[in-house]
């Protein structure tokens, strides 16, 4: 008799590809309509799913792992971050959680790689005065910023994002300083040629450009912070790919507006979809919806790593991509 196929779960529409080959391997339930499960649904999702794959956008806390019934063995989220899932929980419970690392390190610093180019640079301004029709000619010292050549980055997490962030920005002729818990390899640091800060206070207060790769976790909420922020000069300028909640965005709005700092690069906020309203007004920012990894080859990538982790599950191995608690 043919083995039961695992009931899916998938809460968020997915690229066509992806859907169609889960429907192929799996007894997939999709949501067809591309909004955030309610909490009834994903209650439901729990109860019944073997498999759930969530994405960023669902809270998968102990709430509601304390209403899944024993068939749930696998949560394989559709996210590289797992801040939204609440991983002990789910390992006491005997569920596994997987994510989607990897596949979208070049597309994340490419976009952060976008903004530490933009946002010294002025470029949101330049876009509004010229769809404002507001432009008056050319002056030899009008909307000027700051070149990046020969200025210093620092890079705050230092993993696959953070060096593939810091192998562009050195091309584009910055010097790399990095704080993490630990030193990269020798040989990457080589590489880079980059300086290792142990002390995340003292690399701030030296840096042109600062860079945030460090996931959250409860040991990264607002490591920016009022305090930290004030170390850093005034000409100075953040950008945040990772997500909002590394940094106090009050504290930031208000140094912004006070002219402290000299600009913002934002993909990711502290209550997202919502945006700080101090931020969204602020001239210094360039704000961006949370599209670091947007791109059709990736969203498939990241897909087809939740195939195969769901996969190697069901065949009673481990997933190449299970999130230790
Ligand atoms: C993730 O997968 O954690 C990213 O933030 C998506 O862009």
């Known amino acids: 008799m043919a083995k039961k196929k695992p009931l899916v779960v998938v809460t968020r529409k997915l690229p066509d590809v992806i859907e169609t080959r889960m429907r192929e391997l799996f007894d997939t339930r999709l949501n067809e309509t591309d909004q955030p499960m309610t909490q009834a649904q994903l209650v439901d999702a729990v109860k019944t799913a073997d498999v759930l794959v969530p994405t960023l956008t669902d809270r998968i806390d102990s709430a509601l792992l304390s209403q899944a019934g024993e068939q749930l063995k696998l949560v394989a989220t559709f996210a590289n971050g797992v801040d939204n899932i609440d991983v002990d929980t789910a390992n006491t419970r005997g569920i596994t959680v997987t994510n989607t690392p990897g596949v979208l390190t070049e597309d994340t610093a490419d976009m952060t790689m976008a903004l530490i180019l933009a946002v010294p640079r002025r470029l949101a301004e330049g876009i ?23 200025k210093r980055l620092g ?11 810091a192998r562009r920005a ?7 300083h990095y704080h993490n818990r630990r030193r990269v390899p020798a040989p990457v640091e080589e590489e880079l040629e980059a300086t290792y800060w142990e002390s995340l206070d003292q690399m701030l207060a030296r840096m042109d ?3 945030i790769h460090c996931p959250h976790t409860p040991g990264t909420f607002h490591l920016l912070s009022a305090r930290r922020l004030k170390l850093m000069k005034a000409e100075s300028y953040i950008v945040n790919t990772a997500r909002g909640e590394v940094i106090d965005e009050n504290a930031l709005a208000r140094m912004l507006d006070a002219g402290e700092l000299a600009g913002a690069g934002l993909d990711v906020f502290e209550h997202e979809p919502a945006v700080n309203p101090r931020l969204a007004k602020s001239p210094r920012v360039l704000l961006l919806p949370h599209m670091g990894s ?3 080859e990736g969203r498939i990538d990241m897909g087809e ?11 009673g191995h481990r997933p190449p991509d299970r999130v230790l608690p």
């Open 155 to 165: 890079v705050v997490g230092m993993g696959r994002i953070g060096t593939a962030v």
């Open 305 to 315: 790593k939740v195939i195969i982790n769901i996969k190697t599950f069901m065949d």
């Open 294 to 296: 947007a791109t059709i």
């Open 128 to 150: 509004k005065i010229v769809e404002e029709d507001a432009w008056s000619g050319w002056s030899p010292t009008w909307m000027l910023g700051h070149r990046i050549w020969g």
């Open 209 to 211: 450009v600062v860079s």
């Open 170 to 176: 050195k091309a584009f002729g910055m010097s790399i």
